[in-house]
């Protein structure tokens, strides 16, 4: 099992930044790919940013340039830098963590608020 913590979610102006910090825990080392994804009200979860093991990094195309993400595999955990936030931007973003056999482990997200 893995348990995974966010934190760094907030109110801030457009134009601002914020970052996102999750901690993994208990079985890391299954850990492969970890990013984050965020969901509005009434939608479906989306991907945000994933990083691998190995430092491969994906966007959704609604965040490239303006987001960044890293990993510290020694210290467990994946950062989300994000720059430049816009009102559509709020949504509460959760921490994934795929590990063996594609299981799939969520933090219970952190909520991002974008004020125009």
């Known amino acids: 099992q893995v348990q995974l913590v966010e934190s760094g979610g907030g109110l801030v102006q457009a134009g601002g930044s914020l970052r996102l910090s999750c901690a993994a825990s208990?079985?890391?080392?299954?850990?492969?790919?970890m990013g984050w994804y965020r969901r509005h009200p009434g939608k479906q979860r989306e991907l945000v940013a994933v990083i691998t093991s190995g430092g491969r990094t994906e966007y959704a195309d609604s965040v490239k340039g303006r987001f960044t993400i890293s990993r510290s595999n020694a210290k467990n955990t994946v950062l989300l830098q994000m720059n430049s936030l816009k009102p559509e931007d709020t949504d509460v973003y959760y921490c994934n963590a795929e590990g063996v056999a594609e299981v799939e482990y969520w933090g219970k997200g952190t909520l991002v608020t974008v004020s125009s």
């Open positions: 208990g079985s890391t080392w299954s850990i492969s790919a």
